[in-house]
């Protein structure tokens, strides 16, 4: 498999994991089943990734582009590889106490929980293996959206308004902050992509990098 099959191959193993999960919903053996496959799975292929990272390489994939220099890319560097790898093994982890949490404490909507958390590393895996901003930004806003279930998965009145501020706080922020720095950058540089050495010139100004940045750090944070 080469390094652009299998970056593919770990974007879509959680998404398939989560249409096998809901489609087993009535059989909770077979469900959870498919949970941990995926999760191994998933695992196996983002270590297949990292002995080529660390040697160096810099396996990239680009989907599409919307324009010149936007492009819906991956690009997979160190520190990525070291977030994906934590990601997907801890994924294992989690899958295996949920499933006793789960079953001991008679959950509801257990199909939704397993499904949704397998959305969120899907996004967890774009996210890692973003090669510009505009792709992190994506799936940024994929993992707030496919996580909101999960922070109201009790039902409660108290679990529904966590969900909403939850909700407000992350889409605001990162649309009228996030966004915004996003499209400054792009105005500015020309260009969104993650460059060795920075995007900006020289003369961009100590007071505009400043308003960046804090664009950034609330937009994120």
Avoid at 119 to 146: K, P, Q
Wanted: neutral net charge.
């Amino acid at each position: 498999m080469t390094p652009q099959m299998a970056i593919a191959a770990a974007l879509a193993t959680p998404l398939v994991g989560a249409v096998l999960i809901a489609a087993f919903r009535r059989r909770p053996n077979l469900r959870e089943t498919a949970t941990l496959v995926t999760a191994t799975l998933l695992f196996m292929l983002v270590l297949s990734i990292a002995e080529g990272v660390l040697a160096g390489g810099r396996p990239a994939l680009t989907l599409f582009e919307m324009m010149p220099g936007l492009a819906l890319r991956f690009e997979i560097e160190p520190l990525g590889m070291l977030f994906a790898l934590v990601a997907s093994g801890l994924w294992i982890v989690n899958s295996i106490y949920s499933i006793g949490y789960m079953r001991a404490n008679g959950e509801t909507h257990q199909t939704r929980f397993y499904v949704c958390f397998a959305l969120a590393l899907a996004s967890v895996m774009g996210i890692a293996f973003a090669g510009n901003l505009l792709t992190l930004f994506v799936f940024y806003e994929a993992l707030t959206l496919v996580t909101y279930p999960l922070v109201t998965h009790a039902g409660t009145d108290e679990a529904r308004r966590a969900g909403r501020l939850y909700l407000g706080v992350l889409v605001s922020t990162s649309i009228v902050l996030l966004l915004v720095a996003i499209v400054w950058t792009y105005e500015l540089a020309g260009t969104v992509e993650f460059r060795s050495g920075g995007l900006f010139s020289a003369d961009s100004g100590k007071v505009t990098l400043s308003l960046l940045l804090a664009l950034y750090v609330f937009g994120i944070g």
